[in-house]
């Protein structure tokens, strides 16, 4: 067992997959948290599409992506916006419009640029191809927004519950709203080289709805939707190098898994579990 757990250490690439694997794994839950109570868990599959565009111009002319990337992905935060508060328009689709619009621009950008992005490492991820530079800099942003969090977890709680009540107390809404979609889309930056733009949201909401069936509270959902990121994260690494399988899918796979376990046997809201005469969860 333990030449098991110690025999990939001895790769460097392997250690700092698990390193970035944490860090995603810890980062992505807290944001995802927010998306899910908020019923809004497709915003983060739409910024990371939205990305895209930023990647392209950023590589063609030799800038940090994470400049372009930020850029574009609030861009596409700023127009939901503003569709949502000029037309009659539903946020659902403005977010598909958005993201179609979005995602066909930056394919259409890599081909008119003809820059040579890896497209398929952008879609899926390379975690194995991480450097310690990629470490750093996910750490950085990892531990930007969790003390964001940490020093506006009030505001926070008030904004995404009662958004009405919070404008009539005078916290500034719309600030809260901007830099929650900034918030949004350094985790999914953060997080491409791990998983993928088209993987992302798996591990933004998979973790944070496990913890939801298993705890009642906010904060604890973040702290225990962290943890199984970032076993989620292990696991999937681990599974990845013994059974030769690629890691972004292999992390999904592994948090869809323990998800499935908390649906079926969560002592509050499992399905195999639940208290008799109970047939479905209270509204």
């Known amino acids: 067992m333990l030449n098991f757990l110690l025999d990939p250490l001895n790769y460097e690439f392997m250690r700092n997959a698990i390193a970035i694997g944490v860090l995603v794994g810890i980062l992505c839950p807290v ?3 927010y998306l899910i109570v908020q019923r809004m868990a497709l915003l983060g599959d739409v910024i990371a ?3 895209l565009p930023g990647l392209s111009i950023s590589f063609f002319f ?25 037309t009659r328009v539903k946020v659902d689709a403005a977010m598909a419009l958005t993201f179609s619009t979005f ?16 497209l398929d490492s952008f879609l899926f991820g390379d975690i194995l191809g991480v450097t310690p530079h990629d470490i750093q800099r996910t750490f950085i942003i990892a531990a930007l927004i969790l003390l964001m969090v940490k020093l506006f977890y009030k505001e926070l709680l008030f904004y995404t519950f009662d958004k009405t009540g919070a404008q009539a107390i005078g916290l500034p809404i719309n600030t809260l709203y901007f830099g929650f979609m900034a918030a949004i889309t350094l985790t999914i ?11 992302v949201i798996s591990l933004l909401v998979g973790p944070a709805l496990t913890a939801y069936l298993l705890v009642k509270e906010l904060h604890q959902m973040m702290i225990v939707g ?23 899918p292999a992390i999904v796979l592994v948090s869809s898994s323990l998800f499935l376990l908390a649906l079926l046997f969560s002592p509050s809201q499992g399905i195999l579990t639940r208290p008799l005469g109970q047939n479905h969860p209270p509204v």
């Open 31 to 33: 944001v995802g948290s």
């Open 49 to 51: 599409h939205c990305v």
């Open 62 to 86: 030799g800038i940090d992506i994470l400049i372009g990337a930020f850029g574009s992905g609030i861009l596409g935060a700023f127009l939901i916006a503003w569709i949502r508060s000029q």
């Open 103 to 118: 995602f066909a621009l930056g394919v259409t950008l890599i081909t008119v640029l003809e820059n040579k992005l890896d």
């Open 189 to 199: 930056i953060a997080s491409m080289q791990a998983v993928g733009v088209i993987l």
């Open 226 to 248: 962290s943890i199984l990121g970032a076993i989620a994260s292990i696991s999937g690494v681990y599974l990845s190098y013994y059974q030769n399988l690629p890691s972004g």
